[in-house]
């Protein structure tokens, strides 16, 4: 079966765009629509790890699947682990299609979300969002534990994710390992003291909360072969020294690390989410750095002082989607009333694109093959 | 005629109306009143032949419509274009949210800050984070024949859970924490 990526890729490009990546190769693809991030990553040996989901404007089907099906692989048994980094709806779009599809992969999410409160969450506020037509964490996650609850699935030990916790390892010569960096044990226990009111809106109609708190994010370190990554998720720098990437670098788990060559930068590129420090303690100078877009803002992210403050630290930053946002459609008789009633108005989804990054892992040292496809850019 | 056959009769009658289907293309055309006018003396004359009386009849003036026949009913609405909008943000004058396109959902959503003063002042009170609005444009045709633009926003008012739900829900979870004790 036929993917639809291929549609995304420009005819120069195509030379190489569906060929499968070889066993001794780590692959880090990064799909990021506009509104929606997922990370897709071969650890060696047809091992895939999945990091949350996202769908591109048009596809019934997750990013992760109908690129692997472009591939000409079954992503029935090649996906190993899906891990949901938090629970935004831009990250968790079509992850339920994923595990179903999917049915030997484990999913991992935020410890910070662990026990029975979190469900109860979940499934009530699925259940008042029934008659909305856009689709939302809670009908996301709904929709997983629906499919376990029917199946009698039970879920893994690795199933939360907390600092210094091995989500994966095999892959490549099984030496590829992929451990969560966050959230730290001080997040978690916070968090469990109002999770309602964290992840929650206040009034009677509840709803997920779309943009804080990041903290309970899940940060990963990948490492096959010689090559590591950090993958930085939506963590965010809140400043406190227990929380966020301040606990990321203060970490007992750190002293061991070495600096990786390639970063998904953190959310979107947010200044909130920037740390000098991670550049300067987690990374190899200049790494290969990608950023999704985030347009569901007025000014969507990242800004044009994000791009200059992160290409001051690296000049091989890639973007999945560039420019973030387009124009609305044209519509005669509707304009008008439109821009009368409203401050600014764009559309959300721009045109598909994703960043490639491959590595040879029977080098010492691998230099990384970056690809463009699509409305991927390097900034 | 027996009272039965009467009865049937206007039983046959009453079949024979039909709803009458507007053209969609139609709908600012005005309507003319199919009603029948009103009964003349003229009618009645010639029911008079049945009857017994010898007196006769005097003519009368035709009883003049008000309207001249045109039929003046409500406002008509055609929706052009309409959005589900899930708030993302309430902001001091304005509210960000996401459009969806419910006219045709192979369209791309949208982010739009939408004026504060678009919405009633009772949809003002329930707007705030994750509440869903739905957005209306199209024209309005006037009794008069006049055709203005239409926009209406209207806040959903979501359910709130019945009892017999939030204990579904209850054993649900119960189930899945069990699931993951397994392990």
């Known amino acids: 079966m036929q993917g639809k990526f291929s549609d995304s890729v420009s005819s120069s490009r195509r030379n190489n765009w569906s060929v499968a990546p070889k066993d001794h190769e780590l692959e880090l693809t990064v799909f990021g629509p506009g509104a929606g991030e997922c990370l897709l990553i071969h650890l060696g040996n047809g091992d895939w790890f999945c990091v949350d989901s996202c769908k591109y404007q048009g596809s019934t089907s997750p990013a992760a699947i109908e690129y692997l099906m472009d591939l000409r692989i079954d992503p029935t048994n090649a996906i190993k682990r899906v891990l949901a980094t938090h629970w935004h709806d831009d990250h968790v779009r079509g992850l339920s299609e994923i595990l179903r599809v999917c049915p030997e992969a484990k999913l991992a999410i935020s410890s910070a979300l662990a026990g029975d409160q979190f469900f109860q969450i979940v499934l009530e506020v699925a259940e008042q969002r029934k008659l909305v037509s856009g689709t939302s964490t809670a009908t996301e996650f709904a929709e997983i534990l629906e499919y376990w609850d029917q199946i009698g699935k039970t879920i893994g030990p690795d199933f939360y994710a907390i600092d210094g916790l091995p989500l994966f390892e095999g892959g490549f010569q099984d030496t590829s390992r992929v451990v969560a960096l966050s959230p730290s044990p001080d997040t978690v226990t916070h968090s469990k003291t109002d999770l309602v009111s964290?992840?929650?809106?206040?009034?009677?109609?509840?709803?997920?909360?779309?943009?804080?708190?990041?903290?309970?994010?899940?940060?990963?370190r990948v490492e096959a072969g010689s090559v590591k990554l950090l993958l930085g998720a939506d963590l965010e720098n809140n400043g406190a020294g227990n929380f966020g990437w301040n606990a990321v670098l203060l970490s007992d788990h750190r002293h061991t690390l070495h600096k990786a060559d390639a970063f998904k930068v953190a959310h979107h590129g947010s200044s909130n989410a920037d740390h000098e420090q991670v550049w300067a303690s987690l990374l190899q100078p200049n790494p290969v750095a990608v950023v999704t877009p985030y347009s569901k803002l007025a000014s969507p992210l990242p800004t044009d002082s994000d791009v200059s403050r992160i290409k001051g630290r690296t000049t091989q930053l890639y973007c999945t989607t560039w420019p973030q946002k387009s124009k609305p459609l044209r519509r005669q008789g509707v304009d008008g009333i439109v821009a009368m009633a409203t401050k600014s108005r764009h559309t959300i989804a721009g045109k598909r694109g994703f960043v490639r990054i491959r590595f040879d892992l029977r080098e010492l040292s691998p230099v990384p093959n970056v690809e463009l496809f699509g409305a991927a850019v390097q900034l | 005629m027996s009272v039965l056959d009467t009865l049937t009769s206007q039983t046959a009658s009453d079949r024979n109306l039909t709803t009458k289907r507007l053209d969609p293309d139609d709908w600012f055309k005005p309507t003319l009143d199919e009603q029948p006018a009103n009964r003349t003396d003229r009618d009645n004359a010639v029911n008079a032949d049945d009857t017994d009386s010898v007196e006769p009849k005097r003519w009368k003036p035709p009883v003049r419509r008000s309207n001249l026949g045109i039929k003046l009913d409500g406002d008509r609405v055609k929706i052009e274009q309409q959005w589900e909008c899930i708030v993302l943000d309430v902001g001091d004058g304005v509210v960000s949210c996401e459009m969806l396109d419910l006219t045709d959902e192979s369209n791309p959503s949208e982010f739009a800050e939408v004026y504060k003063t678009e919405f009633s002042e009772f949809d003002r009170q329930l707007l705030q984070e994750g509440s869903v609005f739905y957005w209306s444009v199209g024209q309005i045709r006037k009794p008069t024949g006049q055709i203005r633009r239409?926009?209406?926003?209207?806040?959903?008012?979501?359910?709130?859970?019945?009892?017999?739900?939030?204990?579904?829900i209850a054993r649900k979870v119960q189930r899945l924490g069990k699931l993951i004790q397994a392990q």
């Open chain 1, 198 to 220: 964290r992840l929650l809106t206040s009034s009677a109609t509840r709803s997920f909360k779309r943009f804080r708190p990041n903290d309970l994010s899940v940060a990963v």
């Open chain 2, 150 to 168: 239409h926009s209406e926003i209207r806040v959903r008012r979501m359910p709130a859970l019945t009892r017999t739900k939030e204990a579904e």
